[in-house]
Structure formats: structure tokens, C-alpha cells
């Protein structure tokens, strides 16, 4: 049956948005084509990618510069992208990466302008390609893999082409198990460490990105000979040199790849806080004598004889409960919970060696105390280092989001031992400080809790720092903080605060209304996220002083003040929004996601 006279099929453009082809009834709807924008004609995303496809293959390097170019701006379009793959356009450019490169290889002498421009766009638009998820990972071949990576060192000065190449080699390492065997091979981490080294921010980001990819999918019997490669390297200061004590801020996606680095490192010590500790394992039980001598200071012990091995015993049941331990007997069952596991144990024995004098004198004070009144440094350890782990969420995967890093950590080589070695002397502190008896033990230690993570938000740039911020953190000033907290609380849910805020809050819903109306008049500009999260370019938007048009359009770089109307190149009228809502030909629009529609929904009066 042949459709309606009245149907027509018409193909409509919306700024900001993809084009979309639609059935109008030329009868009813009239309203809607007269209020919309503009009809335009235009190519069809499947000619389009014919014409490029073709173009790209041009024997005129000009011609071919030129359709390149092209390509990486249309390759963003996922309807465009579909085309142009469906036309075996990933194939045609990876042969061009994998030999089409070499052919001109003697055209780069005298015009390495054009030659580098044009694996720019190449690249640009492989990149875009891939991200629209359409095509596998695992279809490139080991010369595609070999020509990136060796782009990473033959085009270190050329910033297009090292970027584009440490976000695919990023993207293989992260999308296929094999590529990360392929790409582990031919790139090494001394071949990314001088990236870091350099200026170029979003270059140190992609380096980081590839760096944490690598170690994210390494094998866990190969993850810790990764990470001894990257303490060989100098990883962590050169990060801490070049990229947080750089004389720069410091932007999300590399705060995000810094979070990342670290959640990694830290998850190394899963291993050891998942082991328990095997009694009959002399070498483990050696760690446990080792920290009574050191505590001790090797006293004399009796002589091997038969007479005194029952005296040896009970000497050494004394001191394994000066210690701290729960049993006093055989304190190795002690380590057999996990988590912490072996981990509070390399914990305390680093601490008993690398800061001995604070150690002897936690053990000698508390043995010196009653009993109900001392701080057991074997009990606390073992709670502390489980509590330190959940804080850090050692064994937990990072979160694609996140960008919560602590410059302290990087500052120290074994910086989750020095973490626990600051918070154990803290918790002792505390222990005094509220005078607690072996009953109080889990309100001390929520106590020590709260202060770690109220010094952690403030983000010390040093140990030294976040071991200053501890000492202003007493117990005192915990008690101080919570009953502000509380009276603030308090005051905020009485009765006569509830009556003045019913009472004031039309007035000041209104004074909002009008704040966000000036700030949408007075516009912002906003920086474009493609799908690695990375930000390229900017756009902006604002309202019209009538409150009825909103002006928007890209921008090359963020401006320097206010944007006039005339110079953005879009505009939305907001009266067609309710008619968009009504209309059952437009319906479908409200399920588009573009980025005028994030602006929008700040506008009080769709709100209301």
C-alpha cells in the first residue's frame, strides 16, 4: 500500500545535533516545519564517506592532506563512522599507517610539514573511528601495532602525532588481552619516561594513561617485576618532579591517570594482606623474634639446657604480651586473619627497623602502664593496618571517575609503610590522650579513624605535612569538631529555624531564579569531552536578555571575558520546547543527548 499523499519524508538539521530523517504530515504539522529551523539539503553521511574514501586515496598529496582533514572532523559522527567503516575504511587506513607512510619517506625532507600533518589527521581519525565502538580491537596486525609504537619515539617533537599514538596504544592495551602482549613487547617503560620529562601536560597525561594500562592488564605474577621496572626507572619522583611539583595546575584526566597510579601501586600489597601467616614457617617466626630483640635489645636469654627451656618460655610469653600480641603463647595465630594478614606484620617490622626509637619507646612506655591501661602495639597494628587498607581500598579496582590522588604518596618509595609508621604513633598519642583503658579500644580507633581522614582531605603535599596536620588534630580538637558539628545540626532542625525558612523561602527561590537567569544571560564557556575523556575543544553558550533564545557555537580556544551574541553561529529558540514536548513528530528528539541539552536543563523557567 503506497504511503499518504500528505507524508512526505524530510530531512532536518538541528544546531548542535545530528540530523535526523523524518515523516511530516504536510497537513497537520505545517506548524512544525514553519517553526523549526531552517530545511537544509545536504550530502548523505553515506556519500559523504564514499567521496572521503576516495579522496584519501588520491595520488595529489594536497588533495589528500585535504581529505584527510576532513575525514578526522566527520569521523566524530557515528552515523558518518558506520558509512565510512562499512566502505573497509579502517583497513584502508591502517595499510596507510602500515606502507603508506614509508612511500613517502623521502618526501619528508623536503616537505615534513605536510608529511606530519598528514599522519596527524591519519591517526586523528583512526582514533575516532574506533572510539564509536564499532569494530574490534583485535583485527590490527603486529605491523600496525609496531609502526605506533615506534612512533612513540621517532615523533617525540611532533605533539599530534605522540598524542594520538599513546592514546591507541592506550586504547589496545586496555580492549584486547592479546594486543597487551603485543604492545607490552615492543614498548618499554624507558621508552615513555622521557614524555614525562617534558612540558607538554596532555602528553604526561597519555604517557601515564599507557603506563597504567600496561600495568592494569599485566599478569599478577607479572604486575610486581613491572613495578620494580618502574622504581628502577625513577618512576614515582619523575612524576613527582615533572607533573605534581610542576609550576602548573594540575587538570582532571591527569589528577584521574595520578588516582589510577596510585590505587594500582597500593593494590601490589593485596598479595601480602590476603597471606596468612603459617606458624610452622621459621622464617615468618623469625620476623616475630626478630621485633622482641629489637624491642628489647637482645637481653640475655638462658642458656639451651633442659633446666632452663621452661624459663625461656615464660620469658618469652612476657614479652610477646609486652608487645602487644593477643596470644601470648604463639603470637604467630595473630597474622592469621586476613585482611591484614603478613602485611600488619611487614608493617610492624618496618617500623621496628627504620624508626627504632619511636618504636622501643611505644613498647617500653606501654609495658611500663597497668595492664587495662596500656596500648597493645601488636593488637593496634594488626587494626590499623586493616583500617589503613580499607581507607586506601587496597584490592579494589579503580574507579572509572575518580580523581581523588594524594601527592604525599608520592614522595616516599615505600610510602604505605611511612603511612603506617606516622598513624601508629598517632594512635599511642590518642591512646593517652584519652586516657583510654583496654575497653575503649574500638572508640580509639575510631577516633584515630576520623582523624587520618580529616588530615587526608586536606590533601598534605608531604608526610612531613600530613604528620603536622595529625598534631593539630588531637583528640581535643576531634571532641571540639564534633560538638560544632553537632550544634550546627541541631540549631539548623529547631523549631524556629523551621518556621523563618518556610516563611523566607519563596523569596529566596525567586533571588536564585533571577541569579541563574543573569548567569545564563551573562553565558560560560565549556570545555568538549570526547569518549577517552580527554578535552579537545570549547564551546559556548548564553541566554538572550529577552530570556527566549539561547546563542551558542564552538570556539578554538576558551575566551577572555563575555562572548557577544552575534559572534556565536547558533541559536535555539526555547518557545519550541513545549511545542517539542507536545508534538508526536518531534518526540523523538527528547531522547538525544547534545550538549546545548545540559545547558538547557539549568533554565528556571523549565523548572518551573
Not at 619517506?105 to 564499532?134: N, R, W, Y
Not at 572508640?443 to 598534605?460: D, G, H, S, Y
Not at 580538637?477 to 525558612?501: A, G, H, T, Y
Amino acid at each position: 500500500m503506497p504511503p499518504p499523499a500528505d507524508i512526505v519524508k524530510v530531512a532536518i538539521e538541528w544546531p548542535g545535533a545530528f540530523p535526523k530523517l523524518m515523516e511530516i504530515d504536510q497537513v497537520s504539522a505545517c506548524a512544525c516545519v514553519v517553526a523549526f529551523s531552517i530545511l537544509r539539503l545536504t550530502t548523505s553521511p553515506a556519500q559523504n564517506a564514499q567521496q572521503l574514501h576516495e579522496r584519501i586515496q588520491s595520488s595529489s598529496m594536497d588533495a589528500k592532506l585535504e581529505a584527510l582533514k576532513d575525514l578526522a572532523n566527520y569521523s566524530r559522527d557515528v552515523t558518518f563512522a558506520q558509512e565510512f567503516i562499512n566502505l573497509d575504511g579502517i583497513s584502508l587506513l591502517t595499510q596507510m599507517v602500515e606502507s603508506g607512510t614509508e612511500r613517502y619517506q623521502k618526501l619528508q625532507k623536503i616537505m615534513k610539514p605536510c608529511f606530519g600533518d598528514m599522519l596527524s589527521f591519519t591517526l586523528t581519525a583512526f582514533v575516532e573511528l574506533m572510539d564509536h565502538g564499532i569494530v574490534s580491537w583485535d583485527t590490527f596486525s603486529v605491523a600496525f601495532i609496531k609502526k605506533i609504537a615506534s612512533y612513540v619515539n621517532k615523533f617525540a617533537s611532533d605533539i599530534s602525532i605522540l598524542q594520538r599514538s599513546l592514546a591507541i596504544l592506550e586504547s589496545m592495551v586496555l580492549n584486547s588481552h592479546d594486543l597487551y602482549q603485543k604492545v607490552a613487547q615492543e614498548i618499554t617503560i624507558g621508552q615513555l619516561i622521557p614524555h614525562l620529562q617534558g612540558t607538554d601536560q596532555e602528553i604526561q597525561t597519555y604517557t601515564i594513561a599507557v603506563i597504567n594500562a600496561l600495568f592494569l592488564k599485566a599478569p599478577d605474577d607479572k604486575r610486581q617485576e613491572m613495578a620494580n621496572i618502574l622504581a628502577q626507572k625513577q618512576l614515582r619522583s619523575i612524576i613527582l618532579t615533572h607533573v605534581i611539583r610542576a609550576q602548573r595546575a594540575i587538570n582532571n584526566e591527569m589528577a584521574h591517570q595520578l588516582y589510577v597510579l596510585q590505587v594500582l601501586t597500593f593494590n601490589l600489597l593485596e598479595d601480602r594482606m590476603m597471606t596468612k601467616m603459617d606458624p610452622q614457617d621459621q622464617a615468618q617466626r623469625d620476623i616475630i623474634f626478630e621485633l622482641r630483640r629489637i624491642a628489647f635489645d637482645a637481653e640475655s636469654e638462658p642458656n639451651n639446657s633442659s633446666g632452663s627451656i621452661e624459663k625461656r618460655k615464660s620469658m618469652y610469653t612476657r614479652d610477646y604480651k609486652k608487645l602487644g600480641f593477643i596470644n601470648h603463647v604463639n603470637p604467630a595465630m595473630d597474622f592469621t586473619q586476613t585482611p591484614p594478614g603478613m602485611l600488619a606484620l611487614d608493617n610492624m617490622l618496618y617500623f621496628a627497623k627504620h624508626h627504632q626509637d619511636a618504636y622501643i619507646r611505644i613498647v617500653l612506655e606501654n609495658s611500663s602502664r597497668e595492664d587495662k591501661h596500656e596500648c597493645p602495639f601488636g593488637r593496634s597494628s594488626i587494626e590499623l593496618t586493616k583500617m589503613l587498607c580499607e581507607i586506601l581500598k587496597v584490592g579494589e579496582l579503580p574507579s572509572e571517575t575518580c580523581n581523588d590522588f594524594h601527592p604525599m604518596f608520592f614522595t616516599h618509595d615505600r610510602s604505605f609503610e611511612e603511612f603506617f609508621c606516622i598513624c601508629i604513633q598517632l594512635l599511642n598519642k590518642t591512646w593517652k590522650e584519652m586516657r583510654a583503658t583496654s575497653e575503649d579500644f574500638n572508640k580509639v580507633m575510631q577516633v584515630v579513624k576520623e582523624q587520618i581522614m580529616r588530615a587526608l582531605t586536606t590533601k598534605p603535599s608531604s608526610l612531613d605535612q600530613f604528620k603536622s596536620k595529625l598534631q593539630n588534630l588531637s583528640y581535643t580538637e576531634i571532641l571540639k569538631i564534633r560538638q560544632s558539628e553537632r550544634m550546627n545540626q541541631e540549631d539548623f532542625q529547631s523549631r524556629p529555624i523551621l518556621e523563618l525558612k518556610e516563611k523566607i523561602q519563596p523569596e529566596i527561590l525567586e533571588l536564585i531564579k533571577q541569579q541563574r537567569l543573569n548567569r545564563l544571560v551573562e553565558g560560560t564557556c565549556f570545555r568538549k569531552l570526547n569518549s577517552r575523556r580527554r578535552q579537545d575543544k570549547f564551546w559556548y553558550c548564553r541566554l538572550s536578555p529577552n530570556h527566549k533564545v539561547l546563542h551558542y557555537g564552538d570556539l578554538e580556544e576558551s575566551p577572555q571575558g563575555e562572548v557577544p551574541h552575534d559572534s556565536l553561529q547558533d541559536k535555539y529558540d526555547l518557545t519550541l520546547l513545549t511545542f517539542m514536548k507536545e508534538n508526536k513528530y518531534v518526540r523523538n528528539w527528547r531522547a538525544e543527548r547534545s550538549s546545548i541539552g545540559h545547558f538547557v536543563c539549568s533554565l528556571p523557567s523549565l523548572n518551573n
